[in-house]
């Protein structure tokens, strides 16, 4: 198991970052809040969880320890995978999910695609009372890289839309509020469109 993956980044988009270290380069999965965190450095540090399942071995990486506890306690409730809770995460920081959670919140984990009624009930009775020493913060940080619009489509295709849908939502957003400048915020009212 590997605690974090410290090195130079090569590649990042919303959904995955490639980080070299002693000449290997580590593809990441990671989360809309940990892609907004990075920033434009180019030494980076993420915390890692292995999953391990027959027939692959995927990283996911976090900017803090705090996003991988969440991440963690997630995937550790029955019928949430690592890809639910990447999409939760994606779509809610740290944060947000600790108090959906903590005041029993069902209509904001509900705003997760992916996420039933049953499910958001789930998540709260089995995690309600874990999450008593979890403390973090979601500061969101301006990020350039490609363009606004390829960024948040290649995200949303990356977490299992369609191309046709998710750029229907997309360019009903960015119709919505063309000033838009995080790729971040547009990725997360286009999740809310879906």
Known sequence: MYEFIKGRLIEKNPTYAVIETSGIGYYIHISLHT???????????????QLVREDAISLFGFFDTYEREMFRKLIGVSGVGAGTARMILSSLNPAEVYAAISSADVNTLKSVKGIGAKSAQR????LKD?????VGEADILPVQHNTLREEALSALLALGFSKQMAEKALQKVLKANPTADKVEVVIKETLKVL
């Open 123 to 126: 998540i709260i009775v089995d």
């Open 35 to 49: 892609y907004s965190q990075l920033g434009k450095e180019k030494e980076v540090r993420l915390f890692i969880h």
């Open 130 to 134: 874990k999450l008593d020493a979890f």
